[in-house]
């Protein structure tokens, strides 16, 4: 006889944000019956985060308004305000920075990330240094936004940073943005759509900086004055946002024995989280932008995402997984999918776009600002990227999902002839101030292949 869901016991979630919730959730649609506590670290009940560098910074919307509807009623112990301090998972305990002690049956890990901050301790204390990651940061960045800074710098070109100068120009402040790599947006979608993106930002009058770092941030009286740059050049700024990607919390796990460190926590296809010696754990799952997980798309490389869907997606796998017998338990193995808004475009993206060899542009056009990019990885499809036109995607989705032949056949482009594929120049992350949003953490496939060049 099948082996019944095992509904009591003591679940204990570290993170108490979207993931945290949604597995919350989860477990008491499913028939978990049993004790369930929420650890978070911030004091704050759990609330959304994509709209803090949008609506939150226009000044559209409170950053005390974006919490996180609730789906049901989660009848949980919530402690907020406290932070994970370390795991025993011999005794099955987590252990809290106040001194308290966490017994657990199962656990999730769903602690996410956190903004990567200037490396530079003291220049990170000037009054006009900001990072945006919490509620309580873009609720300070915004109010800075509101007084009118005579510039911003935002150090970072990835998607954060790419939204934070659009709203700046779109609230009239001048901004310069500083990029370590090539273009805008080059560690996500490469270098064909980083052109893109470079036009699109200097068109809209932001003061574009590529190729350079910042060396240093300037200050006087304890206030940002201006910061100076790797070509020798310098600017005077008020405000200085640092973009430079994610850190993922998994410090407190140092001495767990887990498979967890910088870039994550190591977890199987069905969210359970891997010892140190690659042995799969039974009672610890792991779910959200902190977990590795391997892809069967992908030629199982452990992805780590930092995408909204894919947090909610994975907390469901993990939580159904916890209280279900092996034979009923699921693998997470959603498609990827991401999206922001900048500089009047919507764009969003369908696979995983840095998985690539080769990217056609099959419909539309930059010039148009409407368009969809295909990326294919030796001969198949492996991600699709649009800019106002994201009806196409589920489209495109499929062909992902069924392996489908790249380049598309002309049925999927807008003329009878599809663009010839060109490289799609995903660089090496090293050279880029700040981390793709989706990180493969095995090999980067495109070193390693003869590309097809226009005309070649």
Request: net charge neutral.
């Amino acid at each position: 006889m099948p082996a019944e869901p095992r509904s009591d016991g003591r679940i204990v979630i570290v993170g108490a944000s979207l993931a945290g919730l949604r597995a919350a959730e989860t477990l008491r649609d499913e028939g978990f019956r049993g004790e369930l506590t929420l650890v978070g670290e911030e004091p704050h009940p759990p609330y959304d985060r994509p709209p803090l560098t949008k609506q939150v910074l226009l000044g559209r919307v409170r950053a005390d308004d974006v919490g996180l509807p609730r789906r049901r009623a989660v009848e949980a112990h919530w402690k907020l305000g406290v932070r994970a301090s370390g795991l025993d998972p011999d005794g099955k305990k987590v252990l809290l920075a106040n001194g308290e002690h966490l017994p657990f049956d199962r656990l999730l890990i769903a602690t996410g990330t956190r903004a990567r901050p200037w490396p530079d301790a003291d220049a990170a204390r000037l009054d006009g240094v900001f990072t945006v990651r919490t509620r309580d940061d873009a609720s300070r960045l915004a109010e800075r936004f509101d007084a009118g800074p005579r510039r911003v710098l935002v150090i970072g070109a990835g998607f954060t940073g790419s939204e934070i100068a659009s709203v700046c120009r779109e609230r009239g402040i001048e901004v310069t943005v500083a990029e370590r790599g090539p273009a805008p947006l080059v560690g996500a979608l490469g270098g064909a759509l980083g052109t893109f993106a470079a036009r699109l930002q200097r068109a809209h009058g932001v003061d574009l900086r590529c190729g350079v770092t910042v060396t240093a941030l300037k200050g006087d009286g304890g206030r940002l004055t201006g910061a100076e740059f790797s070509d020798g050049s310098r600017i005077d700024a008020d405000v200085a946002v640092i973009a430079l990607g994610a850190v993922r919390n998994t410090e407190w796990l140092a001495d767990s024995g887990l498979a967890a460190g910088p870039r994550g926590v190591a977890c199987d296809a069905g969210c359970r989280a891997f010892d140190m010696y690659g042995i799969v754990t039974d009672d610890i799952f792991v779910a959200g932008d902190v977990a590795r997980f391997p892809h069967p798309l992908f030629e199982y490389q452990m992805l780590s995402l930092e995408h909204w869907g894919n947090a909610v997606a994975q907390a469901e796998v993990a939580a159904h997984n916890m209280i279900s017998a092996g034979p009923h338990r699921r693998p997470h193995l959603a498609v990827p999918v991401f999206w922001s808004s900048q500089f009047g475009l919507n764009i969003k993206s369908v696979g995983v776009p840095t998985f690539s060899d080769q990217v056609v542009l099959a419909q539309g056009s930059p010039e148009e600002g409407r368009l969809v990019a295909v990326y294919g990885y030796r001969g198949r499809v492996t991600a699709a990227v649009s800019v106002n036109r994201a009806k196409w995607l589920e489209h495109y989705r499929r062909m992902i999902e069924t392996a489908a032949p790249f380049p598309p056949g002309p049925g999927a482009a807008d003329g009878p002839e599809p663009a010839a594929p060109v490289p799609s120049d995903v660089p090496d992350p090293k050279v880029l101030s700040h981390g793709p949003t989706v990180a493969l953490t095995g090999h980067l496939p495109d070193r390693r292949l003869t590309l097809v060049r226009p005309g070649g």
